[in-house]
């Protein structure tokens, strides 16, 4: 099909264990550490440019830019969060993820965990207008190593 576009999409992915957190990316889905106290990171950084195009991607006419890849080591528990742009668009920076999960566990459920977390960053972009792909994945570190 001439003139059609080639499939293509982005990529985030998440390690979280006791010795730290690894992400990798390609695009525009990010990745953040969201600790239970301290300032928010976020750990990759955007591959969109001016006017919010993509620059990099995976995809048949993808350019040969390479994934990145980041690590960290947190100083106390907290949660990794891996998403999609279509978040990104209603909640743009680490300590307004955060915000907006302290606004629905209060008071906290019995029982709420990583699952409902997502649900509750997926339902505020939602009710934001959103409509392009939203995802989100929140992995849980209670103990990380100490002495490293």
Do not use: F, K
Request: aromatic share 6%.
């Amino acid at each position: 099909m001439e003139g059609a576009a080639a499939p293509a999409c982005t990529y985030v992915a998440g390690i979280a264990g006791p010795e730290g957190i690894w992400c990798a990316w390609i695009g525009d889905s990010r990745a953040y550490w969201l600790p239970g106290e301290g300032t928010c990171l976020a750990l990759t950084e955007d591959g969109s440019g001016r006017h919010d195009a993509l620059t990099a991607w995976l995809g048949a006419d993808a350019d040969d830019s390479p994934a990145r890849a980041r690590s960290y080591r947190p100083q106390g528990p907290g949660r990794q969060l891996l998403r999609t742009d279509g978040l990104t668009r209603h909640v743009s920076d680490a300590d307004a993820l955060r915000a907006v999960l302290t606004r629905v566990r209060r008071p906290t459920p019995p029982r709420h965990g990583p699952l409902d977390d997502a649900r509750a960053l997926i339902g505020y972009a939602l009710g934001a207008g959103g409509q392009d792909n939203i995802t989100a994945l929140l992995i849980h570190t209670d103990r990380p190593r100490r002495g490293y």
